[in-house]
């Protein structure tokens, strides 16, 4: 490794370390486990959004608020409905209609964009406000973006790094689950037992 590759690598994680662990984003964890606790206790659901690896994200954490935290969480990252509702809503408007058919009275709603501007996640946010379902969005980029007005708890990254901001929503994703739990060592399994035999 050369001393300019060495620098980049420094300055790389270095700058993760000033972007995600700050003073703030604590309390924002803490809220956030609080808002989906009051969701499971209430027998509702989070509802996870995002585009293109912010997608990815949502799934990731929809799956292990469900499985791990105990709290029901599922995206509408099927490839049917989105290409249905694209195709007769427009792009802009699908997460808002899967919302629209899909959102209970309790629910909560987590939209994931680095940008905080994509017209679909937007939107999507509008049609939540308006409904009386609080938004979390994890958002990067310039502070004040659509996304982030108005949501009830926002995770914001000062960067437009793509792959920082994706990761560090991540980490804030992945750390409240954890401090959900209680823990950041647990089983995922409910036995030692290999279901391949």
């Keep these: 490794m050369t001393q300019a590759q060495h ?3 420094s300055h790389y994680f270095q700058t993760y370390r000033e972007l995600a662990f700050t003073d ?5 964890i803490a809220q956030f486990a609080e808002l989906a606790s009051q969701v499971r206790d209430r027998g509702r659901k989070l509802i996870f959004a995002g585009n293109g690896a ?3 994200l ?5 799956v292990d608020f469900t499985k ?3 709290t029901r969480a599922v995206t509408f990252h099927d490839t049917n409905l989105i290409t249905c509702f694209a195709n007769d809503y427009g792009y802009d408007h699908w997460m808002a209609k899967a919302l629209e058919h899909h959102a209970d009275d309790g629910d909560a709603v987590v939209l994931i964009s680095v940008s905080g501007r994509s017209p679909s996640v937007v939107n999507a946010a509008k049609y939540a406000h308006a409904n009386n379902l609080p938004v979390v969005a994890f958002t990067g980029r310039d502070t ?3 996304l982030a007005q108005g949501a009830l708890i926002n995770f914001h990254v000062e960067s437009h790094a793509y792959n920082i901001v994706e990761c560090i929503h991540a980490i804030w994703l992945t750390a ?3 401090y959900l739990i ?3 060592v647990y089983e995922t399994r409910a036995d030692d037992t290999d279901p391949a035999g």
């Design 7 to 9: 620098a980049f690598l």
């Design 24 to 28: 703030e984003v604590g309390p924002l």
């Design 176 to 178: 409240t689950i954890d």
């Design 58 to 62: 949502a799934e990731h954490g929809a």
């Design 182 to 184: 209680g823990s950041a």
């Design 68 to 70: 791990q935290g105990k």
């Design 54 to 56: 912010s997608a990815s």
């Design 144 to 146: 004040g973006s659509p």
